[in-house]
Structures are given as structure tokens and as C-alpha cells.
């Protein structure tokens, strides 16, 4: 991906104009929104950051539905920039009401002069002045996936999977924007008050008023505190490791299961993490790092898990066989859209397909590293059947699954738990 930070750097580029041009990356790049996010220059701070932040992923939440509603007015593909543009005003457009949309068109229009053509600014103004009712003719209705601003494909998968009710009740969870959590381990004396105590235990929910730097950081760098969202506490719990065991935790980075596993172990035992090297590693092998204790032995291992054997393990002193075997495999991510919002860019039908065929490789893989009578989890943070219930009932099935049963799961959908959605199986080798 081209580094933006050039462009990002002038002091009279405003959080609009950061925004449109992250957009214009995202629609050029092919990369992650997060990796975008990546390229704000740090001292890109204050009200400029948190606009432009709330604008790109704003645009991007919505984008669906404003390319429903700006094509027709196309008659050949708009350039990135100009799309970006269409994109940023149209969240602005269903965000703010009427009476503040001519003010949108005028300033959508201002600020496209410093970012494209006259040309191109004479097709914006004719756009965007079309735009607002092009919106408002989309009804949930008539295109509930168009006015929900999904693919119209996985709106038809899910309403065949789970019904028109929970499907209707999914779309609208998933434009609402993510509530952020911090998970302590230890709590302190004295709980700040922008942290509001939730149903889950150890979880909190971080207030809009919270002061990061003062409030949630020292609790970040002392090591007892973790930002994830409640469900992730489902996986580690059903696995549900004893102090003393070994355990392994496959796709491992960041980390953030390894921090559940340690404390569920009382941080006695020894944690074996293992992922592919890369950016991700360096974060897992810093919260391995703040996991280290007399009692607790972290160990690491840069490694593909397809390509593991119990060579690798014996050359890195390491035991070739565990008590838990965590594997959080790769997937979709249909079920932490509200959170990823560009999932519903980037993923189509053919990927959820091949999602199943890797997850059944790698559950294969990492029952191999299972002692007998222990237990291994399967988890992923996708809804689809396809994912979770078939691939554990494929590998069962199988003969590397002969061995083993299943003897619990539990699964997350939601618009019914009130956050992330996930499922967790946890099978036993008898």
C-alpha cells in the first residue's frame, strides 16, 4: 500500500479531507480499514483524527447504500477520489437532517476543490445536489439489503440460514456503531468512572468521556487490562484450563486469548503460542512478554500451524503434546461486522467456502498436539453454519477425528447476546 502520510501532512488538510483520501486508499489499495487508519501521520491529533475517523468509517458503514443510490447517475465508474468523495458526503447526507444537507453539498463541494478537477468538480455538485433524495428512495422495505448497506448476497445466505426476523434484527446490529470494552484481570482501587460495569464479568464498557491517557493506558501497561469485546471470554472459558496444565493456543496473535488462558490458569502452567510470522507476531510476543511470571512459562514459535510437526516443538524444547489445545482459526468475521465494518467489502460466497476448507485443515492439524483424555477448542468469530457447526461435524467425521467427541459449545449470535458474534466446540480425545 502507498504511504498517504505525505498528503496528510499539510496543516490545511482538515478531518474531511483526510477522510476522502483514506477512502480513495481503501477503494485503490485493496487493503484493511484498520491498515488505512494506519496511515494517519501522528500528528494527526485531536478533533482533525476523531473526524476523520468517524467520516471514513462512517462511509464505509453506509457505503453500500450510497452506491445503490449514486450509480444510476454514472455513466461510466466515477475515479476513486470522486467515488471517495460521494461516499464521505453521502454518510454525512444520512447522518444529518434535511435541513443541513444543502450545507453538505456546499461544503463537499469547497473541499473537493484542493483533491480534483474542475471538470470533476462540476459532476459533484450536479451529483451530490441529487443525492439526499436518492437516498431517502431507498427503503428497508424495497431493498432491505441495499437500505442496510450489505451485499445482497449474504443478506439472501442468512435469511435462508436464520429467517427475515433475525436476519432484519442482524442488519441493524451491524450498522450500529461498536460500544468499546476493556476486560480486568485485576481490579484496581479505584474504578474510573468512564467505565460502566456490563452483565459479563470483568468487563466494562468505555464511556465516550473516558480519558485514555489518564484513565485506560496506565491499566493497558501494567498488564491486568485488555481491550476486547465480551465474547471473546467464550472460547478460553469452555476450554477451561486448570493451573499447572500446557497448553497450546494456535493463531495466536494478538494475544488477547493468551491473557484469558493465563488467568483461568492462575497463571501456573506453561501457555505454547504459535502464528505465522508477520507484523501480528510482535504484538503476541509482547503480551506473551507481560504474561511472564515465576509460575508461568510462555513460549513462542513463528510457524505456519499447517506446516507443524512434533520435531518442531522437540528442537524448540518444547513439550509435543498439551493438555489444551486452543485453536481460534482463521474466518469470515460475519460476526464482528458492526466492529470490522469493511467486511462487507472485502468478503464474498466463494471466500466463506474456502474459510471451512482451511478451519477442517487446521483443526486436523492442531488435534494431532492433543493428549489423551484432553482437550482441544475449535472457535471462530463468523455466525455461518458453515464455519462452526459443519466444519467440527466434517472433522468428527473424519478419521483424525475418530478419536475425539464433542462435549460442549456454545455459539454467539448478536442481536440476541448483545455483542460480537462467535462460536466455541469444545472436543475431548477419548
Not at 30 to 56: H, M, N, T, Y
Request: charged content about 25%; glycine content about 6%.
Amino acid at each position: 500500500m502507498r504511504s498517504i502520510k505525505f498528503s496528510l501532512s499539510k496543516k490545511q488538510i482538515t478531518g474531511w479531507d483526510a477522510a476522502a483520501i483514506l477512502m480513495e486508499t481503501y477503494l485503490s489499495a485493496g487493503a484493511k480499514a484498520d491498515q488505512v487508519l494506519g496511515q494517519l501521520p501522528e500528528d494527526f491529533i485531536g478533533e482533525r483524527r476523531a473526524g476523520c475517523q468517524s467520516l471514513f468509517l462512517g462511509a464505509l458503514r453506509h457505503g453500500h447504500r450510497a452506491r445503490a443510490a449514486f450509480s444510476p447517475m454514472l455513466r461510466k465508474p466515477a475515479r476513486p477520489l470522486v467515488e471517495a468523495i460521494l461516499l464521505v458526503a453521502s454518510y454525512e447526507f444520512l447522518s444529518e437532517p434535511p435541513e443541513r444537507h444543502p450545507k453538505i453539498v456546499h461544503h463537499a463541494v469547497e473541499r473537493s476543490k484542493r483533491l480534483v478537477n474542475r471538470f470533476e468538480q462540476g459532476f459533484l455538485n450536479a451529483v451530490l445536489r441529487k443525492l439526499p433524495n436518492a437516498l431517502s428512495a431507498i427503503s428497508v422495505e424495497s431493498n432491505p439489503a441495499d437500505y442496510h448497506s450489505h451485499p445482497n448476497w449474504l443478506v439472501k445466505r442468512w435469511t435462508m440460514e436464520f429467517g427475515h426476523e433475525n436476519t432484519a434484527a442482524l442488519l441493524n446490529w451491524n450498522q450500529r456503531i461498536p460500544e468499546k470494552y476493556i476486560k480486568l484481570y485485576q481490579e484496581p482501587d479505584i474504578i474510573p468512572t468512564s467505565l460502566q460495569a456490563t452483565e459479563w464479568k470483568n468487563f466494562y464498557r468505555i464511556l465516550p468521556t473516558a480519558d485514555w491517557k489518564a484513565e485506560i493506558e496506565p491499566l493497558l501497561n501494567q498488564g491486568t487490562a485488555y481491550i476486547k469485546d465480551p465474547s471473546t471470554r467464550l472460547a478460553p472459558e469452555i476450554l477451561a484450563p486448570n493451573p499447572g496444565d500446557n497448553v497450546l493456543d494456535l493463531c495466536a496473535a494478538p494475544g488477547g486469548k493468551a491473557y484469558d488462558l493465563a488467568h483461568l490458569m492462575k497463571r501456573k502452567g506453561r501457555i505454547v503460542a504459535v502464528d505465522l510470522p508477520g507484523n501480528r507476531i510482535n504484538h503476541l510476543r509482547e503480551n506473551l512478554k507481560n504474561l511472564e511470571q515465576k509460575g508461568l512459562k510462555p513460549g513462542l514459535l513463528e510457524h505456519d500451524v499447517r506446516e507443524l510437526e512434533e520435531s518442531i516443538f522437540t528442537e524448540n524444547n518444547l513439550p509435543g503434546s498439551y493438555d489444551c489445545v486452543m485453536l481460534d482459526a482463521p474466518c469470515s468475521n460475519t460476526g464482528v461486522i458492526q466492529r470490522r465494518t469493511d467486511v462487507k467489502w472485502r468478503l464474498n460466497e466463494r471466500d466463506i467456502k474456502q474459510c471451512a476448507a482451511l478451519q477442517l485443515e487446521l483443526l486436523t492439524k492442531a488435534s494431532k498436539f492433543v493428549k489423551a483424555g484432553a482437550r482441544l477448542v475449535y472457535s471462530t468469530c463468523s455466525i455461518e453454519t458453515q464455519e462452526n457447526e459443519k466444519v467440527v461435524e466434517q472433522f468428527l467425521s473424519s478419521e483424525a477425528g475418530v478419536e475425539f467427541k464433542k462435549v460442549g459449545a456454545v455459539t454467539s449470535r448478536p442481536w440476541e447476546t448483545g455483542h460480537d458474534g462467535a462460536g466455541a466446540f469444545l472436543l475431548e480425545r477419548v
